[in-house]
């Protein structure tokens, strides 16, 4: 029973913790789903810890890093409930992988990681607005927290990170939700161009705009603009489904069958 009383002592309210108890979770399932996907585990032979590693990039790796950063402990390093939600993540994960995993991950789950991604910019910002960085540092800071896991993941997988390529205004999300949470908030601490809004209806503004935004790309295939390069490099460009593709009734994520 005290170890119980000690484990419930960590789930004080408080700066949105369950709100990013929640973020971390939702990222540590998309990581542990992401690592069995075929692009990401055909020919690696990835194991179960493995998995939980990735997992672990997913769920906390970009939170890390920002306070890194920060010259921080990172808070979920902190707090067991962070790795126990992480753990939980790992375990269905593994089970929900395949069978419907996959269709579950790449339709309705879009849902969640769209939330995790600006909820972890306004987390960055605010942090960075704390330690009194200035603008492109919080900025920086703001798109650290949201991104840093996957990129851990992808090359931890040997493909080219998400920041690189395509992804729906994967960057430009964090970009967008950063600068509107420094706009709205950056008042409260000197800045005499922003406004001084509180802390709760800053992050509600940001967060709505990076949430929109995000779903908005993704289901109507809005993607970052390619260089100006001769079409013969652009040859065997995969076609992206749009969220709203696979949303159809009877939408079934097709993959290649490995090369012999």
């Excluded at 010259?71 to 992988?97: F, H």
């Excluded at 395949?98 to 306004?122: C, D, H, I, N």
Aim: proline share 7%; glycine share 10%; hydrophobic share 50%.
């Amino acid at each position: 029973m005290d170890f119980i009383a000690y484990l419930f002592a960590f789930l004080t309210p408080g700066a949105f913790l369950y709100i990013d108890l929640l973020a971390a979770a939702t990222n540590a399932l998309n990581g542990a789903l992401l690592a069995q996907r075929p692009d990401h585990y055909r020919r690696r032979y990835i194991t179960v810890v493995g998995i939980l590693v990735l997992a672990l990039f997913g769920g906390i790796g970009g939170g890390t890093t920002r306070d890194i950063l920060l010259n921080e402990v990172p808070g979920s390093w902190t707090n067991p409930w962070y790795l126990i939600l992480i753990i939980l993540a790992w375990i269905a994960g593994l089970y929900l992988a395949w069978g419907k995993g996959q269709k579950f991950r790449e339709t309705l789950y879009q849902f969640m990681t769209a939330f995790s991604l600006p909820w972890y910019a306004v987390v960055g910002v605010e942090k960075g607005l704390q330690a009194e960085w200035p603008l492109l540092g919080a900025i920086a800071l703001g798109v650290v927290g949201p991104t840093a896991g996957r990129f851990l993941i992808d090359v931890s997988c040997g493909v080219p990170a998400k920041q690189f390529v395509q992804g729906e205004w994967f960057i430009g999300t964090a970009v967008l939700t950063s600068i509107s949470f420094f706009v709205l908030r950056a008042g409260a601490y000197g800045a005499p161009w922003a406004f001084a809004l509180e802390l709760v209806p800053a992050a509600i503004v940001a967060f709505m705009i990076g949430f929109i935004f995000r779903l908005a790309a993704t289901w109507f295939d809005w993607e970052e603009p390619m260089p100006k390069v001769p079409a013969w490099l652009l040859k065997g460009q995969p076609k992206r489904e749009t969220l709203k593709e696979k949303m159809q009734p009877g939408w079934e994520p097709s993959w290649e069958e490995p090369e012999e």
